[in-house]
C-alpha cells in the first residue's frame, strides 16, 4: 500500500479559503491547526480571529473560535481565558490589527503576562482594506496611501512589534519566523509549539511573528513575493528569539 | 428572594455586591469617577468569591474582556461612566451582533465631551439609542434607590443570559455615591466552568471531542441575506424584550391636574414635590419610567381628560421627552423642567416651576 506523503491535517476544515495565490496565511493557519492536532488539543482550544484577511479563519481553523472587534482579540483572549483557564486560547492577528489599532490591547495582555499565545502576520501592508500603509510598512515601501513609497517624514518608521514585545516582563517567549522557505516553515512550526507548550505549562504571555507575504497588494507574483520577503522584509525584521522561559534571548 | 436583614451600602457597593449575588464571576474594569467603588470592590471581594477581576487599559478593552468572558459562557457585569459607556459601544453593538450576554452599569456624569462628574441624564440617548453601529436594542433600567439598582443588577444578570444580549443599568453619581438600607438578595448557585457547555451550548467552552460540534461566536455576515434574517431574529428577540421588560411606576396618575415623568435621581425629588404640590391644592402624578428601553409609551394611555399638561423633568436638556410625546400622542401639551450640567433642583424649584408651567397653559 502507498504511503501518503501529505494529507489534510483535521485542524483544518475542507472547504476553500479566501485566501489569494502566494498567500501564506495559509501556512500558519495549517502550522497552528497541524500543531494543535499533534497535541490532542483541538478539542481544548479556544481562537480568537482578528479583523482583516484572517476574519474568516473560524471557517477554517478547527476549533473554538471567536470573531473580534478590530484590534481586541488580546482582551477578548483575556476574557476566555479567565473563564477556561485550562484551555489553549490564542490570537491570530495582522499588522493593521494588532500594531496599529489594536497597540494597547496587545501591550497590556503582554505586560499583564496573560496566559494566552499570540500569533502575529506580518506582510507589511493592509490586506483586505486593499493595500494600504500598515504600521510595519518598509521605509520606501509602495501602498495605496504611500504610493511615491513610505517617506518617514510624512508617515514616520515602521514597528519592530517583536522587539517591543519582548521589553515586556509579562511576555515570557516571543520569536519571530518566516514562512519563505521549507526550512523557515519548519522552524516556524516549532516555535508554535513552543509558545503552546509555554502555555500549557502556565507560565505567561507567548508570542509569535511570523513574516508573511502579500502578492497581491505588493503587487508582485507569488515567487518574486518570497524574494521581497527575503531580500526587504528579513533585513529589517531579523528572525530570532527575543525572549523565551530558558531566560532571555537565544 | 431578599434577606429581610438590611444592611447600609454605599450604592456603587450594593450594586458590585448585587453582581456577585446574581452570579457575576468575570468584571473588568477601568477607573473612572463616579463609580471608582465599583472596581475597588471587586478586585478586593470577586476572587475571593471564585471570580476573576481584571483592571483593563481601557474601557475598549474592559468592554472587549467582557465580550469574551461572556463568549466563553461566564456570566460578566462591568461598569463605567458616561465617556467611558461611549468607548465601550463599538463593543456594545459587537455583543448584541454576535449575541453574547452581560451586565453593564453606567454611573453617569454630566457631558458632552468631559464635561463634569456630579450627576446627570443627559446619557438618555446614549443608553436608548445607542452609539454603536446598526441594528440592535438594549433593555436599559434606571433604578431610583440602591435598593432598586441592586435589585435590577442581581435580576440583571439572569436577564442577559436569556436575552443572550447585553442589558444596561442606568444610574447617576448620586445613587452611586448614595449610601441606603439595602435587603440583598440570596446568591444564585453558582455554574462551574466545566458545566458551562450544558448551560449555554452555544458558548466557546472547546468542543470537547469529535461528537459534539465545534461552537463560533460571529459577527461578520457579508451576505446581506444572511445578515438581515439574523436581524430580523435579534428583532424578534427585541419584540419579546417589549412585552416582558417594560417596567415603570406610577403614582395619581388617574385624576392628575399635571403628571411630571422623571426617572432615576429626579424622580425621588419629584416624588417630594409632587407632595409640595399637593399642599397647594394641585393634583400632580408621577410617571417613573424603571425600563427607558423599553419605554412605557402605553402608561400615558391611562390618562385621563382631567389632565392639562405634562412635563417631562430631566437632568439634561429634554431627551427622554421626545418619548413622552411619542406616549402622549399630542393628547396633552407636553412641556419640559429641567436642569443640567450637574445642577440637581431641589423639590420646591420643581412644585414652583410645576405651579408655573400649569398657570401658564391655563390650568
Known amino acids: ?250 | 428572594m431578599s434577606n429581610t436583614k438590611k444592611v447600609l451600602m454605599k450604592g456603587n457597593e450594593a450594586f458590585a455586591e448585587a453582581a456577585i449575588l446574581g452570579g457575576c464571576r468575570y468584571y473588568f474594569g477601568y477607573p473612572i469617577t463616579p463609580q471608582n467603588e465599583i472596581p475597588e470592590y471587586m478586585s478586593r471581594v470577586l476572587p475571593k468569591r471564585g471570580g476573576h477581576f481584571i483592571q483593563a487599559e481601557s474601557e475598549i478593552s474592559a468592554i472587549n474582556m467582557a465580550y469574551g468572558a461572556g463568549a466563553a459562557g461566564g456570566r460578566v457585569f462591568i461598569t463605567s461612566s458616561s465617556p467611558g459607556i461611549a468607548l465601550m459601544q463599538e463593543g456594545m453593538s459587537f455583543l448584541c451582533s454576535a449575541e453574547v450576554p452581560c451586565v453593564i452599569l453606567t454611573v453617569s456624569r454630566c457631558g458632552p465631551g468631559i464635561g463634569g462628574i456630579q450627576p446627570g441624564q443627559a446619557d438618555y440617548f446614549q443608553a436608548t439609542r445607542g452609539g454603536g453601529n446598526g441594528d440592535y436594542k438594549i433593555p436599559v433600567f434606571a433604578p431610583s434607590t440602591v435598593q432598586e439598582g441592586a435589585d435590577l443588577v442581581y435580576e440583571s444578570m439572569a436577564l442577559a443570559d436569556k436575552y443572550q444580549n447585553p442589558i444596561l443599568i442606568f444610574t447617576d453619581g448620586l445613587l452611586g455615591q448614595m449610601m441606603e438600607p439595602v435587603a440583598l438578595p440570596e446568591p444564585v448557585v453558582d455554574i462551574k466552568s466545566t458545566d458551562i457547555r450544558e448551560h449555554k451550548p452555544w458558548a466557546l467552552t472547546g468542543y470537547w471531542d469529535d461528537d459534539k460540534k465545534r461552537n463560533t461566536v460571529i459577527s461578520l455576515r457579508l451576505q446581506p441575506e444572511r445578515l438581515e434574517e439574523h436581524i430580523h431574529k435579534l428583532f424578534a428577540r427585541y419584540e419579546q424584550a417589549e412585552k416582558e421588560l417594560t417596567r415603570v411606576e406610577t403614582v395619581g396618575i388617574e385624576d392628575a391636574d399635571v403628571v411630571l415623568v422623571a426617572f432615576g435621581t429626579m424622580a425621588r425629588i419629584v416624588k417630594e414635590a409632587i407632595d409640595m404640590l399637593a399642599a397647594q391644592g394641585i393634583k400632580a402624578g408621577l410617571i417613573r419610567p424603571i425600563s427607558l428601553w423599553p419605554f412605557p409609551y402605553a402608561t400615558f394611555d391611562k390618562l385621563t381628560d382631567k389632565t392639562k399638561v405634562v412635563i417631562s423633568a430631566e437632568l439634561s436638556m429634554g431627551q427622554m421627552i421626545q418619548d413622552v410625546k411619542l406616549g402622549v400622542k399630542d393628547r396633552f401639551p407636553v412641556k419640559l423642567l429641567n436642569r443640567t450640567g450637574g445642577m440637581i433642583p431641589t423639590s420646591l424649584e420643581i412644585t414652583e416651576r410645576t405651579a408655573a408651567i400649569l398657570k401658564e397653559i391655563g390650568g
Open chain 1, 1 to 250: 500500500m502507498l504511503k501518503p506523503v501529505f494529507e489534510y491535517t483535521k485542524g483544518m476544515l475542507r472547504v476553500d479559503t479566501n485566501f489569494c495565490p502566494g498567500c501564506t496565511h495559509g501556512i500558519s493557519h495549517r502550522l497552528i491547526t497541524e500543531t494543535l492536532d499533534e497535541m490532542n488539543m483541538l478539542g481544548k482550544t479556544i481562537g480568537c480571529g482578528p479583523i482583516g484577511c484572517a476574519v474568516m479563519a473560524h471557517r477554517f481553523m478547527n476549533v473554538d473560535m471567536c470573531e473580534c472587534a478590530h484590534g481586541r482579540a488580546p482582551a477578548v483572549a483575556s476574557g476566555v481565558k479567565c473563564v477556561h483557564p485550562d484551555n489553549i486560547v490564542f490570537t491570530y492577528q495582522g499588522d493593521g490589527d494588532l500594531a496599529s489599532i489594536g497597540t494597547a490591547e496587545i501591550i497590556h495582555a503582554a505586560a499583564r503576562g496573560e496566559n494566552i499565545t499570540t500569533f502575529f502576520v506580518n506582510n507589511a501592508i493592509y490586506g483586505m482594506t486593499g493595500g494600504q500603509m500598515a504600521p510595519t510598512t518598509l521605509v520606501g515601501q509602495k501602498s495605496t496611501t504611500t504610493q511615491a513609497g513610505r517617506d518617514t517624514h510624512q508617515s514616520g518608521f515602521p514597528i519592530r512589534v517583536s522587539e517591543l514585545i519582548a521589553t515586556l516582563d509579562g511576555a515570557v517567549y516571543v520569536e519571530r519566523v518566516a514562512l519563505n522557505t521549507p526550512a523557515n516553515v519548519n522552524k516556524a512550526k516549532k516555535a508554535v509549539r513552543k509558545a503552546f507548550d509555554v502555555q500549557q505549562k502556565k507560565l505567561g504571555f507567548s508570542f509569535v511573528e511570523f513574516v508573511s507575504t502579500c502578492p497581491t497588494n505588493w503587487g508582485l507574483s507569488p515567487l518574486a513575493a518570497m524574494d521581497f520577503l527575503k531580500n526587504e522584509m528579513l533585513p529589517y525584521y531579523p528572525l530570532g528569539v527575543f525572549r523565551s522561559p530558558e531566560g532571555g534571548e537565544e
